[in-house]
């Protein structure tokens, strides 16, 4: 029995390695956190530049935000109160707003909602009721993970019957007192 050296099982480990993975490239990072945005006086005061900022927000297809599996559809920021979901589960909050994406493709459902919620900010609305249906649960599925990845949306959940129950979202936008 000998004994073997063990720089030389290293060295053969990562040659072995590095044949082994000759020719991979680099998988590039495609997670997007975007970033709680600071609203400025000026920014406020043109509005120009802050409805093109507004409409340019992507919603990613990647990104799973963690929310409840079971029950209604729920969420809510880490900074929001959790009496203020239970606010909008009860329909204290009644929506100045409708988007109706019923027969809307993804990306259609996509830019609707992000033009709402630009449109939210800037008006000051601060309550917003997203219809997408329930069809073959698409929308259904998609809206509050693409909801959940916007700076602006506070909290959301399943709508009260008379704003669409099981096929609707209320949606709690943060706006800024003017």
């Given amino acids: ?12 480990d990562f040659s072995l390695f590095r044949e082994e993975v000759q020719g991979v490239k680099k998988l590039q990072q495609d997670t997007i956190n975007p970033p709680r945005r600071q609203i400025s006086k000026q920014t406020r005061e043109s509005s120009g530049v802050r409805r093109a900022a507004d409409h340019s927000f992507h919603f990613s297809d990647e990104f799973e935000p963690l929310l409840k599996e079971e029950g209604p559809t729920q969420y809510a920021r880490s900074d929001v109160s959790k009496y203020e ?4 589960r009860r329909g204290v909050y009644v929506p100045d707003i409708f988007l109706d ?13 992000g033009a709402m ?6 008006e000051g609305i601060s309550c917003a009721c997203v219809m997408h249906g ?3 649960h698409i929308l259904k599925q998609k809206a509050p993970l693409w909801l959940a990845q916007h ?3 506070m909290a959301f959940h399943q709508a009260p019957l008379e704003f669409g129950g099981d096929g ?3 949606v709690l936008v943060e706006v800024q007192e003017k």
């Fill in 1 to 12: 029995m000998s004994k073997k050296n063990p720089d030389s099982e290293l060295y053969d």
């Fill in 85 to 88: 979901v239970k606010r909008l």
């Fill in 101 to 113: 994406m019923h027969g809307m493709t993804q990306q259609e459902a996509k830019r609707e909602l």
């Fill in 117 to 122: 919620l630009a449109e939210c900010v800037k």
């Fill in 134 to 136: 329930i069809g073959k």
């Fill in 151 to 153: 700076p602006d949306v």
């Fill in 168 to 170: 609707a979202l209320l």
